[in-house]
């Protein structure tokens, strides 16, 4: 297995037995770089809304997870620890050091979160875009309709057994919280799949997530759906764009 092959959109490396496919956009620019995780089982492209527009100000960095888009997967469990295990090596491998900026959608969020606790003095802020709570499969679930419900249950097949995203929840659940680490939490208020309760609950969940960190935003953006950053890709962009000054702004004081 080859240690490092060239795509004509991006690059391969060997983080181990496995490779994953990655791309690393706006390199001139200085300051930390923006690292993005997906939502469950999607592949990069799912950041072309906004990848022209944020990789004119900022380095960005967005990959597939193993088993997704261009990248390789092998017998490894797929929950967050080794999610996040696989992103470090590949972002030393790639080289691109700290300090980083991490973007976590949905399922993302979780790893997000894991990375921030273990590895604290390597992340400078943290952007959560209606991210998964790791109470979410308890609290939610019997507040939908039972079509919902069971969708959602059924989901779990792409990317990670429901086991695998249980998983996940827990070693979310006993993770540190962010300190004073810049953090903006970012909700949809548009989701018409949840009934009135469900979303009531998830917008608490949002609140919980916010108060992770002492240096905090939660940001509904009222005519967005789930994926923000499709439905409102100008609402993010600029969010990316307060979160490197605020971080900046830390820097040089």
């Keep these: 297995m080859s240690e490092f092959i060239e795509n004509e959109a991006g690059q391969k490396l060997d983080i181990g037995g496995i490779e994953l496919y990655y791309e690393l956009l706006g390199e001139h620019h200085d300051g930390p ?7 469950y089982g999607v592949p990069l492209e799912n950041w072309n809304s906004i990848k022209d527009e944020v990789s004119k100000f900022s380095r960005m960095f967005i990959y597939d997870r193993a088993g997704i888009g261009k990248s390789e997967m092998d017998d490894r469990p797929r929950h967050s620890r080794q999610s996040v295990d696989n992103l470090r090596t590949l972002l030393k491998k790639a080289g691109v050091k700290p300090p980083y900026v991490l973007v976590g959608h949905s399922i993302g969020g979780l790893n997000v979160r894991l990375f921030a606790s273990i590895y604290p003095e390597e992340v400078a802020g943290v952007v959560l875009l209606d991210s998964s709570h790791e109470d979410q499969n308890k609290i939610l679930p019997p507040l939908f309709t039972k079509e919902v419900q069971e969708a959602y249950f059924n989901q779990f097949t792409i990317e990670g057994s429901l086991n695998e995203i ?3 929840l827990e070693q979310v659940r006993s993770s540190e919280t962010f300190g004073n680490i810049p953090l903006i939490v970012v909700t949809g208020g548009l989701q018409p799949f949840h009934t009135k309760e469900s ?30 950053h ?3 890709p100008g609402v993010v962009i600029d969010i990316l764009r307060d979160i490197l000054s605020i971080v900046i702004k830390n820097d040089n004081r």
């Design 199 to 228: 979303m009531a609950a998830w917008m608490r969940l949002q609140e919980e997530l916010a108060n992770l960190s002492t240096n905090k935003q939660h940001i509904i953006v009222e005519d967005a759906g789930h994926a923000i």
């Design 230 to 232: 499709i439905d409102k």
């Design 166 to 168: 249980e998983e996940s």
């Design 33 to 39: 770089t923006l690292v993005f995780e997906s939502g």
